[in-house]
């Protein structure tokens, strides 16, 4: 009738009720992960054979019919005060996902909920819980951006780009030695970046300004050899640069 068995160091009693007594959401077990990574496992693993209609924020049923929430850590942060324009951005985030405008719901739930997922774990994520960021937001991503390229950490500097992400600089030709002027995907984004930082070994950007707009930002500041340069960056669903497209001026250029 009955049967033990831990979780996670978590001890569980659970016993037979029969086909009569069937599982439902006033019981679930909930699933507090670290990483992005966490999440999707855990997703993935939890909800294969499960009914689709049921997930929705955060929420799964798995082959069972137990009821399980899979939550990044941050939420307890990002929602501890709820009056705050982020946790408000969040929870219409997240609620959005039910809205009767969306897709087909069966289809398409369980990749926005694990997109929502990514954005609570990426560092700008309070950024993109709306389409046009604010100007406190926009100064935070590019000051983390201008910080990561003053450490020289190449793979800090990356972490800022999608893995498809797109850029176009005049630079580009000049320091790779070719006349394309963009590099496409985070490779060859590496090894221009790595490049870069070969040739300018005292490379160091000064903030000036950032400009926010519809999923994406401008970041304007001084570059290399007092080259005043702007930045037109677009922004993608997980918080990251997915396109780039450089703008500079010689120091003695009028504004």
């Known amino acids: ?3 033990a068995f831990e979780l996670d160091g978590q001890s569980f009693t659970a016993l037979n009720g029969g086909p009569l007594f069937k599982f439902n959401e006033a019981v679930s077990i909930q699933v507090n992960c670290a990483t992005q990574e966490e999440v999707d496992y855990y997703w993935d693993k939890l909800s294969a054979g499960g009914d689709l209609t049921a997930q929705v924020c955060g929420w799964l049923k798995d082959r069972y019919g137990l009821s399980w929430q899979i939550v990044p850590c941050l939420v307890d942060e990002l929602f501890k005060d709820e009056k705050t324009a982020g946790a408000q951005r969040a929870m219409e985030a997240m609620l959005g996902m039910k809205s009767s405008t969306s897709p087909p719901f069966a289809e398409h739930t369980a990749e926005r909920i694990k997109r929502i997922g990514s954005l609570f774990f990426h560092q700008r994520c309070s950024a993109q819980l709306q389409t046009h960021m604010t100007d406190d937001e926009a100064t935070k991503i590019a000051n983390e951006w201008i910080d990561a390229w003053n450490s020289h950490d190449l793979d800090r500097i990356l972490s800022h780009y999608s893995d498809d992400v797109e850029l176009t600089s005049p630079l580009v ?11 496409t995907g985070k490779p060859a984004l590496r090894a221009y970046f790595l490049r870069a930082l070969e040739t300018f070994p005292d490379l160091r950007f000064d903030f000036w300004g950032a400009y926010p707009g519809h999923e994406s ?3 304007h500041y001084e570059s290399v050899r007092k080259l005043r340069a702007a930045e037109l960056m677009k922004i993608d669903g997980s918080g990251r640069v997915s396109e780039v497209i450089a703008h500079y001026a010689s120091p003695t250029a009028v504004a």
Do not use: A, E, K, P
């Open 217 to 219: 930002l401008v970041v």
């Open 1 to 3: 009738m009955t049967v």
């Open 173 to 183: 030709s000049r320091v790779l030695g070719d006349g394309q002027g963009t590099v």
